[in-house]
């Protein structure tokens, strides 16, 4: 079993900038995605961006240019900073990680969530 913590939400003017981590533990061989999602109020999920085991990264839109996924494999935590953040980005963020368990079996997992919101 793999549990998923993440951190550094918070309330942030437009403009500034957070860090989200998502942090795993438990069985974990190798990370083959990490993944952020995040859903606004009366929305649906919505894909963010995307980090494959190779380390090609791939973004929504929306944050394109503004947001930045990142691994740290010796940690076995990922990474979002976002920055000049505007009020549409407003949303609880969570992360997905598809991991190799020790033993070769796969599992999907996703974090608890954490609240971003920005204010205009």
């Known amino acids: 079993q793999v549990q998923l913590v993440e951190s550094g939400g918070g309330l942030v003017q437009a403009g500034g900038s957070l860090r989200l981590s998502c942090a795993a533990s438990?069985?974990?061989?190798?990370?083959?995605?990490a993944g952020w999602y995040r859903q606004a109020p009366g929305k649906q999920r919505e894909w963010v961006a995307t980090?494959?085991?190779?380390?090609?990264?791939n973004y929504v839109d929306s944050v394109k240019g503004r947001f930045t996924i990142s691994r740290d494999n010796a940690k076995n935590t990922v990474y979002l900073q976002m920055n000049s953040l505007k009020p549409e980005d407003t949303a609880v963020y969570y992360c997905?990680?598809?991991?190799?368990?020790?033993?070769?079996?796969?599992?999907?997992?996703w974090g608890q969530g954490t609240q971003v919101t920005v204010s205009s």
């Open positions: 997905n990680l598809k991991v190799v368990h020790v033993g070769w079996t796969r599992g999907d997992y």
């Open positions: 980090m494959l085991s190779g380390g090609s990264t």
């Open positions: 438990g069985s974990i061989f190798s990370i083959s995605s």
